[in-house]
Every structure is written in C-alpha cells, then in structure tokens.
C-alpha cells in the first residue's frame, strides 16, 4: 500500500479529514490546501487497509478505521491545540464518532456529504435487500462496483476520475469496487454511531449536495435531528456525492474555512461573570 497521507503544517488549531469508504486522502487534498492557507495545521490520515487491494481492504474492519483515526488525531494533538474533525461520505461519520469518543478533544466537525445509508439517485432499486442478502454465500460475493455518475457532476472532472480508476491505481483514485464484507463493516459503524450521535454536543457543519447520486437528503435530515449540539447546514445546488472535487469544491472549502473561525472564536471568548444586584424602591 501507498502512504497518500497529507500533512500541511500551520498554526495551533489543527483540522483533521478523513477519506470515504474505499477512497484515498487525494479526495481532500484540494480542501486540504485551502484550509492549510487560512493558517490551520491539517492532517488528511489514511485510513487502514486503504489505497491498496480490495485483499488489503477486508484485512480490516470500522474498529479499525476507527483506531486509526484516533491515532491521528494524536498526532495533531502534537502541535495543535485546539482540533476540528472533518470527512466525506462515511469519513464523515467516523470524524463526528470519534468527537462522541473524544468530545473534550474534538472541538467542532465538519460532515461533507455525510452518509448513514446508500440511498442516492444513482442506488439500485434492490439495495434494500443487500443487508438481507449479504449474509448469504451470493452476498460475500458481490462486489460494490463503482458506476456512473461516479460521484461527480462536472465532465471534465468525472472523465480525469475515470481514467485514475481504470488505471488500477487504488491510492490515487480509490478503488473501483468495494467488497461487500467492507460495506457491512460500514453498516455495524453506522449501527453504532446512531445509539451514541446524540451525545455529539461539538458545533457541527453538514454540507450535502441536493443532488447526491449515493446518499439523499433523508441522511441529512436524520443527523440534524439526531445529534445533540448546534447544526450548520449547507446544501449544494450543483454537485454530486464527492463534493470536496466536483464543481462546487471552492464553495465547499470556503464555507468549511467559515466554519472553523466561527468554531475558534467562539472558544476564545470566555463569557463575563455579573453580580446578580437588586434594586430595592425607597
């Protein structure tokens, strides 16, 4: 496996991204230079069993994942003093768990087209039935293969996508399909972080595409009445699911930069304590 992960040094508040299920860091690298050049430290980890094989892959489970976004947000926690989490698709998820986790360590998080089940546009009619079916010997066989629109609304874009994944070379472009024992390790995560989203009590910054070809709406709409402290929302009119590099990736990353000085002020500002007087008519 190739090591795609980012590091962008800068001041003491540190932002830490995390990639999507079967994806690779290049996915936030243009984010990540954004937010590095408004004076944050970033840290794009890699997550494990990624950007190699789909063997590599199944090697690991959301336990996993999960250990190793901890571990780097120990990392940033070297320099940094003050850390927002931030991810796309199921990266997203894992960024707002782990601030559950670690909610004296994790001061804010940023969810990029957060999904808690595949129910884009784009899905298979029959995806209802995969929880059902994957437990069977036909499940563990099938395959996740990535298709059309492949998350991205913009041409020019999706074409440069396409010859990346076509090229085999897995920790450029992720990989062209995931195995299903990988997206049933996605669904456990997701089974538990929806018994532990409401003690997210950190700010939250949800950005989704309106037109999402993976994950509807409905997933933003379950966070927004499921987690437990203020929610920012922005819906995209002009992207698809990988919003961090279709067209609208500018929008993405100035918002998110908005959202981290609104985070960082907000902590710095220590409230004034009055005396409590009384005015008594003579």
Not at 16 to 43: D, F
Not at 53 to 69: C, N, P, S
Not at 149 to 155: Q, S
Not at 220 to 231: D, F, H, M, S, W
Request: contains cysteine.
């Amino acid at each position: 496996m190739k090591d795609q992960t980012i590091y962008l040094a800068g001041g003491q508040t540190g932002v830490l991204l995390i990639h999507g299920l079967g994806g690779t860091p290049v996915e936030m690298r243009t984010l990540a230079k954004r937010l590095n050049a408004a004076g944050h430290t970033v840290l794009c980890c890699q997550l494990p069993g990624h950007c190699g094989t789909e063997a590599d892959l199944l090697k690991t489970g959301w336990r996993d994942w999960l250990a190793g976004v901890e571990e780097a947000l120990g990392e940033l926690e070297k320099t940094c003093t003050q850390i927002v989490t931030g991810g796309l698709s199921m990266g997203a998820i894992l960024a707002s768990l782990v601030a559950a986790r670690h909610p004296t360590r994790v001061h804010g998080v940023a969810m990029l087209a957060p999904t808690l089940t595949y129910d884009g546009w784009s899905m298979p009619w029959y995806r209802f039935l995969l929880r059902l079916l994957i437990h069977t010997p036909m499940g563990r066989r099938y395959k996740f293969v990535e298709h059309f629109p492949y998350g991205i609304k913009d041409e020019r874009i999706r074409a440069m996508i396409m010859r990346s994944l076509n090229s085999g070379d897995s920790a450029e472009a992720g990989l062209m399909s995931t195995p299903s024992a990988s997206v049933r390790q996605f669904w456990l995560m997701v089974d538990v972080y929806r018994k532990e989203m409401r003690t997210v009590k950190q700010r939250t910054l949800i950005i989704h595409p309106r037109e999402d070809d993976m994950a509807s709406l409905w997933n933003v709409e379950r966070l927004q009445r499921g987690l437990g402290g203020l929610v920012d929302t922005l819906i995209l009119d002009d992207s698809y699911h990988i919003i961090t590099v279709d067209r609208q990736r500018h929008l993405v990353a100035d918002r998110t930069v908005e959202f981290l000085q609104e985070v960082f002020r907000a902590r710095e500002v220590k409230p004034i304590k009055r005396a409590m007087t009384s005015q008594h008519a003579a």
